[in-house]
């Protein structure tokens, strides 16, 4: 059974699924993972979500402010051996919850064009892709999306 826990970016179960991403992110970016590296940072994050099945942390999300009615979506994760059961999707819910309990109104993100399989997941998820926001504006690998919540 999977369990959710609202948590922070001091929670050790985050940072070490953070680790696996990071090093994920490394294959997928290529020579334009230290770009995004230094948009990825993981200090003071109040707003994290892991996913646990039974007592293992298998997977994690994130929500920071990005504007007065927007948080963005950071850091999903869920380890290989995790992956296919909708997992990811229940993350994203959770954090879409959670914005709204705060008094957010839309969800912004971005992922890179050489992970398809996190862009099917937002498209599933009614994410609309936008134009390249903030850091990322003429960010070729960058693809930004937005959902109204």
């Known amino acids: 059974m999977i369990t959710l826990k609202r948590t922070n970016s001091d929670d050790d179960n985050f940072k070490k699924l953070v680790q696996l991403l990071d090093l994920y992110l490394q294959v997928c970016d290529g020579e334009e993972h230290l770009f995004y590296a230094k948009l990825n ?3 003071s994050l109040k707003t994290v979500i892991v996913a646990y099945n039974k007592d293992e942390a298998i997977a994690c999300g994130a929500i920071r402010e990005y504007s007065k009615d927007s948080m963005e979506v950071k850091r999903m994760f869920v380890a290989p051996h995790q992956r296919g059961q909708g997992i990811a999707s229940k993350i994203l819910t959770e954090l879409e919850i959670w914005c709204v309990e705060l008094g957010y109104r839309k969800c ?7 992970q ?15 134009p390249n926001f903030g850091k990322y504006e003429g960010i070729e690998n960058s693809v930004c999306f937005e959902k109204e919540l």
């Open 41 to 43: 940072k993981t200090d």
């Open 108 to 114: 912004v993100l971005e992922t890179g064009k050489n």
């Open 116 to 130: 398809p399989e996190a862009i099917a997941l937002y498209k599933k998820n009614h994410y609309k892709i936008v």
